[in-house]
């Protein structure tokens, strides 16, 4: 069964530093989703892509992050200036459509720790 | 958007029917309802949709009211593998969005030996 992939599982780095999460959608998806989870809380929407554009993005979807999704597989979220609250959990999700009717498929997520 | 509203957590005894309820009395008629589940940090897991009808899968069923103000999500036989906190989600699907998922705290369900 197709799945979402993610890569790092797990990434530690310094405050300031730049990271690039990295997600592979499945293959037929057409909608891609960023995701993040801080520590006992809730799951958050960043943002949302489609068409090489971003279709809609959260408040805490700044200037710090971008998105983007180089080649026909990848889809990456670029956080330029790490802070110490970035550290979350950040899951990718895809979907073949978009709206209420289309299921999103969540990846595994990426364990993201800033110092 | 729906609002949810969901018990903060349940036990269930292995092998039973775990019954997780879910009310969304502000939904409106064209909204569906989602439940995903999410086990110890990893992704969000789909489980079931519905917009009025009862939904059945291998994983779960899924039943609305007529009113559409809550809805039961049904785990049948449930194992210890199914503990995990559970999300019922009405979908945004005002104009432009594409439908980004609004996670509640959900349910922490506990399956019991």
């Known amino acids: 069964e197709p799945e979402v992939t993610q890569t790092p599982s797990h990434q530690v780095t310094q405050m300031g530093q730049e990271v690039i999460l990295r997600c592979v959608p499945i293959s037929n998806h057409l909608y891609f989703y960023w995701y993040r989870q801080i520590l006992g809380q809730k799951v958050e929407f960043l943002v949302s892509f489609y068409n090489n554009e971003i279709s809609e993005k959260s408040e805490i979807f700044d200037d710090q992050f971008s998105v983007e999704r180089p080649d026909g597989s990848n889809f990456t979220l670029k956080i330029r200036s790490t802070k110490l609250e970035d550290s979350a959990m950040y899951f990718c999700?895809?979907?073949?459509?978009?709206?209420?009717?289309?299921?999103?498929?969540f990846g595994p997520g990426t364990r993201l720790l800033v110092l | 958007d729906a609002k949810t509203t969901q018990p903060t957590s349940m036990d269930c005894a292995e092998g039973r029917a775990a019954n997780l309820p879910c009310n969304h009395s502000t939904i409106s008629g064209n909204e569906y309802v989602y439940w995903y589940r999410q086990i110890h940090s990893q992704g969000p897991q789909y489980i079931i949709h519905g917009l009025k009808n009862n939904e059945t899968n291998e994983m779960a069923s899924l039943i609305i009211t007529e009113d559409r103000k809550s809805s039961t999500l049904i785990l049948p036989h449930a194992t210890l593998r199914d503990t995990a906190v559970y999300y019922c989600?009405?979908?945004?699907?005002?104009?432009?969005?594409?439908?980004?998922?609004?996670f509640g705290k959900g349910t922490k369900l506990s399956v019991k030996p």
């Open positions: 999700a895809s979907s073949v459509s978009s709206g209420r009717r289309e299921t999103q498929y």
């Open positions: 989600i009405v979908r945004v699907g005002h104009g432009g969005s594409q439908g980004n998922l609004i």
